[in-house]
């Protein structure tokens, strides 16, 4: 995968978790993760590249902190369009 994506899971019309996936090779698995902000936790490999971000509260996540965190890991910020799904919930 080359592009970045966002998943969300709703329940009940409401978001209840997503998952925003990193750069990575199809059969790279995580192997540890890193709780930061609070509802985010990363997903690195056993050679501690960041395949992924759990956002396990997206209520309280912006966009703002996304990018934070994803311009610590070295990679590009998420654009509005790209959380529209999570921060239309």
Same mark, same amino acid.
């Given at each position: ?5 966002? =998943? ?16 990575? =090779?199809?059969?790279? /698995? ?6 930061? =902000? ?21 209520? /309280? ?18 654009? =509005? ?9």
């Amino acid at each position: 995968m080359k592009e970045p994506y966002l =998943e969300v899971t709703f329940r009940h019309g409401r978001a209840i978790a997503a998952y925003y996936y990193l750069p990575r =090779e199809t059969n790279q /698995k995580s192997a540890r993760t890193r709780r930061v =902000e609070p509802g985010l936790v990363i997903d690195f490999t056993a050679d501690g590249q960041a395949i992924g971000i759990e956002i396990t509260a997206p209520a /309280k996540v912006s966009l703002a902190v996304l990018n934070a965190v994803l311009k610590e890991l070295g990679h590009a910020p998420a654009s =509005e369009a790209d959380l529209a799904p999570l921060l239309a919930a």
